[in-house]
């Protein structure tokens, strides 16, 4: 009883407040397009708030399994690939893209983004940013990641990562009616909206698992909206419309996502008792693996 009403107050706070605040600022005539008015609308900090509620006054469950540490010596390999899995995939977008024909490779789009500024410093600047930005995209990650998705289904892995990745992109329904993103066909533009997520939270589930930390899931959400969604959105902006772009960045994170799915990755095991040195960082949905090996 105590678990379904630690989510229910996490989803009541986070949509609650998210959509609040999201509907006013539009009706104050600001655009949700403007990053400063998305960074202004805390919108970011609300599943972090409502995971934080729950955790210290609802429920009272602590924080022990929130996965708040850094392990940076344990889990650099995963910090590499949530820092450049993002920008393999925008090539891999934009790969796809040209490999059919439907897009003439050039990177002048990205020459004009700063004036004076060539692609390859752009692109520099940008990946030095990213792990700079983690901390916004870590309220995201420490609510719907780190505890959401370990209530949800608890010893139900792959089915707590949908629901977990299907409510997250519920919460972002409103955006396409509020100026955010432009979708011909708002319905199709959802459905696929709603894979992408899918998609994203398998492989920053994976993460999470792996490393032990929330963190290298901030990196990696972090990359995915500025690196993989700016730089696709850069390149393919005036060739595709938001739904085939959607499409193309879709592609390889659900190829990823399929490989870890099919490789055992999700596999859940008895949980070690947490107070066993020796014992791998695990969480309360008892996620591991002892077969396969990142």
């Known amino acids: 009883m105590s678990r379904f009403k630690g989510v229910g107050t996490f989803l009541l706070i986070t949509f609650g407040a998210t959509w ?40 009272r469950e602590g924080f022990t399994d929130a996965g708040m540490a850094l392990r940076l010596r344990a889990a650099w390999p995963h910090y590499l690939a949530a820092w450049l899995g993002p920008l393999a995939f925008a090539a891999a977008a934009v790969g796809i893209a040209a490999a059919l024909g439907l897009w003439r490779p050039t990177l002048a789009p990205v020459n004009d983004l700063v004036p004076g500024l060539p692609w390859w410093a752009f ?31 608890p010893g139900r892995p792959l089915a707590a990562t949908l629901a977990t990745g299907l409510i997250w992109a519920i919460w972002h329904y409103p955006l396409p009616f509020l100026g955010y993103i432009e979708f011909s066909n708002v319905t199709l533009g959802l459905l696929v909206w709603t894979v992408s997520f899918l998609c994203q939270e398998i492989i ?9 930390s929330i963190w290298t899931t901030s990196v990696a959400h972090a990359g995915n909206n500025m690196t993989l969604s700016l730089l696709t959105g850069t390149l393919l902006g005036e060739t595709f419309d938001a739904i085939a772009a ?27 008792p947490t107070h066993q040195p020796s014992a791998k960082p695990q969480d309360v949905s008892t996620w591991s693996s002892s077969r396969h090996h990142a």
């Open 123 to 153: 692109l520099t600047v940008l990946m030095l940013l990213v792990p700079l930005l983690a901390p916004l995209y870590w309220g995201e990650e420490f609510g719907w990641t780190s505890y959401l998705r370990l209530r949800i289904f």
């Open 246 to 272: 959607t499409m193309l960045m879709t592609a390889p994170m659900a190829a990823v996502a399929g490989w870890i799915l099919l490789s055992g990755r999700y596999r859940a095991v008895p949980q070690r």
């Open 20 to 59: 609040t605040v999201e509907i006013t600022l539009c009706l104050q005539g600001f655009s949700l397009a403007n990053p400063l008015v998305q960074i202004l609308s805390l919108a970011w900090i609300a599943p972090a708030a409502a995971a934080f509620i729950v955790r210290r006054w609802v429920t």
């Open 204 to 212: 920053l589930a994976w993460l999470r698992l792996r490393s032990g």
